[in-house]
């Protein structure tokens, strides 16, 4: 079982950043596939962006070129670095992990309980 905690929510105007982190519980997770989703008010969750643990990292066309994923193995973490932020990147941001599943559908096994971004205009 994993389980995942993220941390480094907050209010930031627009055109700040942020940064993400979700320490993950368990040994393996070295081998786990990891990533992130959101969720707006009144909106679907949406993929935000994903990382394999050979480094490989996938990202949701809406924050291409100002989001950034990364992993540190070992310290069991997975970061998402959150650039010229816009009103439109707040929601609940969830860490997710899996250990066969990538990809841009919520179908990872393990899920954080979320971390509010809120980004004023």
């Known amino acids: 079982q994993v389980q995942l905690v993220e941390s480094g929510g907050g209010l930031v105007q627009a055109g700040g950043s942020l940064r993400l982190s979700c320490t993950a519980s368990?040994?393996?997770?070295?081998?786990?596939?990891m990533g992130w989703f959101r969720q707006a008010p009144g909106k679907e969750r949406e993929f935000v962006a994903a990382t394999r643990w050979t480094s490989t990292t996938y990202y949701a066309d809406s924050v291409k070129g100002r989001f950034t994923i990364s992993r540190d193995n070992a310290k069991n973490t997975v970061y998402l670095q959150m650039n010229s932020l816009k009103p439109e990147d707040t929601a609940v941001y969830y860490c997710?992990?899996?250990?066969?599943?990538?990809?841009?559908?919520?179908?990872?096994?393990?899920w954080g309980q979320g971390t509010q971004v809120t980004v004023s205009s």
């Open positions: 368990g040994r393996t997770f070295r081998s786990y596939a």
């Open positions: 997710v992990g899996d250990q066969r599943y990538i990809g841009f559908s919520d179908e990872y096994d393990y």
